[in-house]
């Protein structure tokens, strides 16, 4: 038997099988190096899995609802709301995504062009499956049959002040545009603690590597909040609509309003359901 | 050095000679010249384009390695009646062992329209040539003015024009480059052939030239009476052939802009031969991406390199770059060439030549005969 490398034993260590097993049997375009054209790489996932697992399981605690109606195969988006300064909400819903998906699927959340420009986090990123939001990337992962995770709201969903928390901002419509193009399914997410991790006090215009805004927030680290997630029933608008509706600006409306209705609808039962932000 | 003389024609009475290999491809050329059967690829030509058969060829930068390749695959195609081979160079001793009636070696400066036309009206005319194969660009990014735009451009304009007037022509094959595309974080990282070119004023001539060229052999699609085809190839690493990142590669420590490992798709020298080689199999016109079977990160392509890989800000790599360009002049990388695809990611999408040429990259770079 080959003996181990120091870093793989310590990996075994810190990465329980459960989740070795799911990252294992993560089916992936392998480009022939180890990783796919966006730069997702395995051995990258183990270790930030093995690192942020801690987040996930004992600071936030996270349970969620309905991932079983993520479909196994095929293109989908998920489409959340979006909230808690920094972007804890997007990996804690990455991961919860690999974790209670059977075969196991990997979520490739979609974020805003100015995170490709930030040293390490783009990097970072890339090799755990993110990527810039691009019409063509976006595009091209729904043609490979990937499962995508879109916040609507943008950024003015995570900039909002606490006293708006779980007030939903205006939902744009390019998710469900691709969604009619494409054929794909739209399965509404509602992610509940976010909201309360950061106590956001400003924001200051620093624009620095594209960033829109610096934010000042309260208490440095997040609070250890419980994140619940809530997975809706998979709106599927292809069985309505045709593709070249997908070039008609109401019906792309009527769609992103009954995406942010169904997205209301789980954070109200989730707001009902919970026992306190802690709880 | 383009030669004086215009036209100057090699025979294989020519004396054989030595070529003195200063790296490991150069070793495997020779042994190639001395075994003309041992090394070459033949390639077979399927795709959902429609076929044809190219009766004679004319390539352009015939003495570069990729041009060396091509003209030995269509030796090996009996069809291929007459090959006639233009390279800047005097001689070429790694064809000499073809050069005779079906093989001809032409030294010619293609800058020159008389000497074009001469070749065009004759030899081509008279061996029944219909496919041009041009590949020949300016290798070296630190030199620039109006000769190399000469070189790129317009002999690439003449060429075409005169091609449009000879009757016996039919296709205008352009070996292309990647580096047109623009990298920017909002485009998709995945390049398709409608993707944004790099025509920022700020462009340097070498990449200007070559956006500049591949524009203009666009236009003539449709509007001409060839069959127009621009292959948009993806950084081929070997020597000779202007890479980039090969220089980068050839110094023993690489430096990598801190913080950043974009993505790379990388062009072997078989699969570049054998996407021009497949794109005269064809008859239909367009443009097309041709990616390389290598998708890997920077860092790990330094590593293949069993190179010293060493981290620095990108304000810092890039005077250190230039400080290497000041100190040593035989060195040809210049990293504000690459300071987008050192941060971004960018792969060409090779979906149409998949579809139309019948081209899927096959042959993985080797990393350890390139870099030993």
Redesign the interface.
Known sequence: MAEQSISERVLEHILPEAWERQIEELQFQDAGYGYDAFGLNKEWMRWSFAILRPLYETWFRTSSRGAERIPPTGGAILAANHSGVLPFDGMILYMDVLRNTHPPRIVRPVVDYFVSHLPFVSTFFSRMGVVGGSRGNVEHLLRRGELLQLFPEGVPGIRKPFSERYKLRPFRVGHVEMAIRYGVPVIPVAVLGAEEQFLKIADIPFKIFGAPYLPIFFPPFPMPVHYHIYYGQPLDFSTRYKTEDADNPQILEQCAAEVQASVAALIARGLHERDGVFG | MHSKHDISVQSNTITHQIHEASDPSDAKEDRHAKDPSASIRRYPHSSAGTSRIPRGVLVTGATTPAGIELIRSFLLEPHVERIIAVGAEKQAPMLEPWLGERLRYLCLDLTRERSLRQLLFGEVAQGGVDTVIHTASHRWARHRGSKIHSLNVDATRQLLQICEQQPSIERFIYRGFGEVYDIS??????I?ED?ALHLSPHTPQWVRDRVEADMMVCMRMGMSRLQVVVLRCAECVAPDTGSQLYDYLSSRVCFQ???????L?LLSLPDLTRALFLAAHVQEQGIFNIPG?????LS?VIERSQRLHLYAPGPLVSWLYQARSWTRRNKDFRYDLNRERF???A?L?GSRASLILGYQPQH?ILWSDLFP
């Open positions: 974080a909002e485009y998709p990282l995945l398709e993707h802009p801190l913080g950043f490992d974009p993505m798709n079977k290598d998708t890997l990160p790990a941060h971004l990611s792969i999408d993985p």
